[in-house]
Nanobody, 119 residues
Framework: QVQLVESGGGLVQPGGSPRLSCAAS????????MGWYRQAPGKERELVAT???????NYADSVKGRFTISRGAAKNTVFLQMNSLKPEDTAVYYC?????????????WGQGTQVTVSS
């Protein structure tokens, strides 16, 4: 069993710079990628950023230049530094982990952390 626990969300003023953290625990092996997704009210869940074990990153166009994803020294942790937040960044942010022990991917999700951007 794999558990992902996010932290760092909350109410943030426009232009703020919070940092989200995610720690994975449990039966973890063969991590391929970790990442962040978000879901705003009335919208589908969307990719924010991902990072591979090799350090390759991928970002949604809407956050490029503002958000930075990184891995911790413990490779089962991932962070999302968010800068210059806008009201449209308001969403529940979910941590995601993909393990690839063979030919099949196994995806795991955290419970999410709310980020509300408002003055």
């Amino acid at each position: 069993q794999v558990q992902l626990v996010e932290s760092g969300g909350g109410l943030v003023q426009p232009g703020g710079s919070p940092r989200l953290s995610c720690a994975a625990s449990g039966s973890i092996s063969s991590i391929n990628t970790m990442g962040w997704y978000r879901q705003a009210p009335g919208k589908e869940r969307e990719l924010v950023a991902t990072i591979t074990t090799g350090g390759s990153t991928n970002y949604a166009d809407s956050v490029k230049g503002r958000f930075t994803i990184s891995r911790g020294a413990a490779k089962n942790t991932v962070f999302l530094q968010m800068n210059s937040l806008k009201p449209e960044d308001t969403a529940v942010y979910y941590c995601q982990l993909t393990m690839r022990p063979g030919l099949v991917d196994y995806n795991y999700w955290g419970q999410g952390t709310q980020v509300t951007v408002s003055s």
